[in-house]
């Protein structure tokens, strides 16, 4: 079974649109959505519409912070991701907004655990951007006991953190499109990046797939028209800081 | 787990004798059980010893072996047929390759004599850089996991002297730049074989290709002389000397060989990674052109490294520590083999002055790219009967010409060397050179060799742009021959 794994999609619908077509022509038979679907980008609505449909066929989702955000949005602005939540709530239809709020913290497929920040304490959304933090979150999820794999998103980058040969964890840094062995008897806990808004100076979509017979993870950076995206945003008047950001990839 | 019967038969596969039984595994002879297809090529099993009792280290490092095997291409590694689930019943199955390790030659009674140790070592350097253009490196290279194929041998002729390609085994400590490194650990300790081991995995430094040119130099040493540089340390403060020890000259134990050889050997085993060749196909260049072996010092030498030397050196060692490696294709990439086309005649000095230009800017600011100026010139040249126009005679005219247009790219980071071919088919001559010296840039003139003709016939640079397996650069003659008002040159 090939599933793919997309999160921090941002309300990019062009990025989204992108990695769903990318994944489909992988062969990915199911689809898992790790939080942040909104936030940042002009297109709230079209994109919970889109994901909402795909939940009903059964992809998976878990809430992040600016889906929560989205919901209660704060009176005073203090982070970069208040700007746009009370914009993003008004966007929302009710129905949206009811099934948003319905998302679980985290969910379980198999010998996956899906999440948005860490499956340790998930509603602090702690930043797994470490060996530290990875421990952290892979420790607990012990007590699922069947669960082999820790996908999350919340940090835009792509990190595969293994076992090393004392047991600690180590992080690898993966190669785009390269399918890495993955094999059951160890634990693994990787961060598949962003789909809408990456961070680290490449413009292209983030996500991963997993294909959970062979044993392979397989991380994927996706050309989309960023530029459509960012000019959006233009659009709707968000700030610009926020359509440049898509156009740098930073 | 316990050994395999005759007869059995394993996912498919029906077990014959058991061929090995070593420490880490067992090799089995298999073939496909009935029913099965027959792939083209005899079979082996190796069937890991994970009873009770056996180290973790075995099974991660048969973990490895299975995942680098898989992606794996080409006539230098055995073919991976398949692998068995982990958890269930690990083994994998692989091309069984008929040759002898090198082990063979070195139990042979006698000292090798040269020729046959060059040869050998040539097959490995190239073994070793096709690995590592796959981002692999082998780590743990040692006579008994290098093969070379077995060739049909022609009548009365010597089998010490006959082989093949070299095909290497066994890649349990293997690095897979795109893989997590399983081996790795936070306290970083050696992993190796004590012999052959690199002084930068003796730090923990895993994925570094030099770390394999070391252990082909430590083999070399062991032909040469018939013992080991650095003998066989089994503790950590044993195997720490090489970070600041010279291995005795070869030439002290064996002073019959050439000091160019023992050039080639004590380079490959510098201490320092960064003194040794950048590739192995740099190596395999040396070994394929004695002639143009700049010999130093380290090749003529026959007395042991004086103790203050190495007391020095022992300083620095004690300040190195683990520090990640690229990836070695990338590595490769940046000393790159450099070739460049020299017409032999008819020659403008623009476009001289702008292949020199071309080529300076290929080679790079990394130390260690190196030069190969090639002329072709043709056969029918040379005669036996006139001496002006003897093979050696034109031989050494046209290398003067070649060794004069490269001199101002004379650079102590670079090494650069010069040689005439003869061949009726320019372009082909040059295909082959690059092939076989794994050259990485070709560089030649656009406007020579014909450019006139090319709307009628594929002249020379076409033919090795479109064939070449590597980046083909043509160069047009430019500056500053345009600024002086010079108008006689071709329209191109």
């Known amino acids: 079974m090939k599933l793919a794994l997309l999160s921090d999609v941002h309300s990019n619908l062009h990025a989204l649109d992108a990695c769903l077509a990318h994944a489909r022509a992988q062969g990915a038979q199911q689809l898992a959505f790790l ?67 319905q998302l679980p913290l985290t969910q379980q497929l198999d010998a996956v ?34 669960v082999r794999y820790v996908f999350g998103g919340h940090v835009h980058a792509q990190t595969l953190y293994y076992r ?83 156009e740098i990839g930073r | 787990m316990k050994l395999l019967e005759n007869g059995a038969v394993l996912d498919g596969f029906a077990i014959d004798e058991c061929m090995h039984s070593g420490g880490m595994a067992h090799i089995y002879r298999v073939s496909y059980a009935q029913g099965g297809h027959d792939p083209g090529f005899a079979l082996a099993m190796k069937v890991p010893r994970m009873a009770s009792g056996d180290g973790a280290e075995n099974i991660v490092s048969f973990e490895v072996e299975c995942h680098i095997l898989q992606v794996l291409t080409g006539r230098y590694v055995p073919r991976f047929v398949a692998a068995g689930d982990l958890q269930r019943v690990p083994y994998l199955v692989m091309e069984y390759v008929r040759g002898r390790t090198l ?125 080991l540089p650095f003998g066989t340390p ?76 190495h007391f020095k050196r022992w300083i620095k060692a004690a300040g190195m520590h683990y520090q990640p490696s690229p990836m070695p294709a990338e590595q490769i990439a940046v000393v790159p083999i450099v070739l460049v086309a020299i017409p032999y005649q008819d020659a403008s000095d623009a476009t001289l002055y702008s292949l020199r230009q071309a080529v300076a800017r290929s080679l790079g600011s990394r130390p260690g790219a190196r030069l190969a100026c090639v002329t072709v010139i043709p056969s029918s040249l040379s005669s036996t009967t006139v001496e002006a126009r003897s093979e050696t005679h034109l031989h050494r005219r046209y290398l003067a010409q070649l060794h004069q247009w490269a001199q101002p790219l004379d650079h102590p980071g670079h090494q650069t060397s010069c040689h005439v071919i003869e061949s009726g088919d320019v372009a082909q001559a040059l295909l082959d050179y690059a092939v076989g010296n794994h050259v990485n840039v070709i560089v030649m003139g656009a406007a020579t060799h014909g450019l006139k003709m090319q709307r009628f016939i594929a002249t020379v640079p076409i033919k090795v742009a479109m064939d070449a397996p590597c980046t083909v650069i043509l160069v047009k003659q430019a500056l500053p021959f345009e600024q002086l008002g010079a108008n006689d040159q071709d329209p191109d």
């Open chain 2, 234 to 309: 089994n503790t950590p403060a044993g195997l720490r000397q090489r970070l600041w020890v010279d291995p005795v000259p070869p030439r002290k134990h064996r002073p019959d060989l050439p000091e160019w050889l023992q050039e080639v050997a004590l380079r490959c085993l510098e201490p320092e990674a960064a003194k040794r060749y950048p590739s192995a196909a740099h190596l395999a260049f040396d070994l394929s052109h004695p002639e143009q072996v700049h010999v130093t010092a380290r090749g003529t030498n026959t007395q042991a490294t004086p103790f203050s030397t």
């Open chain 2, 103 to 227: 082990q063979h030659w070195l139990d042979l009674p006698g000292a090798l004599p040269s020729p046959v140790i060059v040869r050998l070592a040539c097959a490995m350097a190239h073994a070793a850089h096709a690995l590592h253009q796959q981002n692999t490196v082998h780590l743990d290279l040692k006579p008994a996991n290098v093969l070379f194929r077995d060739v049909p041998q022609p009548e009365g002729s010597n089998p010490q002297t006959s082989f093949g390609d070299a095909v290497l085994l066994d890649f349990g400590l293997s690095h897979h730049a795109h893989y997590p490194d399983l081996l790795a650990e936070q306290l970083r300790k050696a992993v190796g074989s004590p012999g052959w081991i690199s002084p930068e995995q003796v730090v923990g430094v895993r994925g570094d290709p030099r770390s394999d040119i070391f252990a082909i130099g430590v083999m070399l040493y062991q032909m040469c002389t018939g013992r």
């Open chain 1, 164 to 246: 090393g040969a004392q047991g600690a964890l180590m992080p690898f840094q993966p190669k785009s499109g390269v399918a890495i062995p993955v094999p059951r008897h160890r634990q693994w806990l990787a961060t598949v990046g962003s789909v809408g808004q990456p961070r680290d100076g490449n413009p292209q979509a983030m996500y991963a797939l997993i294909d959970l017979a062979a044993a392979h993870l397989t991380f994927h950076r996706v050309h989309y028209d960023h530029q459509a995206a960012a000019q959006s945003i233009r659009q709707a008047g968000l700030p610009e800081f926020f359509a440049q950001r898509l």
């Open chain 1, 113 to 146: 655990l899906l999440v948005h920040a860490s499956v340790n304490d998930p509603a602090r959304w702690r930043y797994v951007s470490d060996v530290r933090a990875a421990t952290d979150s892979l420790d607990a999820a012990q007590q699922w006991p069947l």
């Open chain 1, 35 to 101: 939080g942040d679907l909104v936030g940042y980008g002009a297109q709230p609505r079209e994109v919970l519409d889109r994901i909402m449909q795909l939940a009903f066929e059964g992809a998976a989702v878990v809430r992040g912070n600016h889906d929560q955000l989205a919901l209660t949005p704060p009176d005073t602005v203090q982070a970069m991701g208040d700007v746009t939540a009370a914009w993003t709530h008004q966007q929302l239809s009710s129905t949206q907004r009811a099934w948003l709020a």
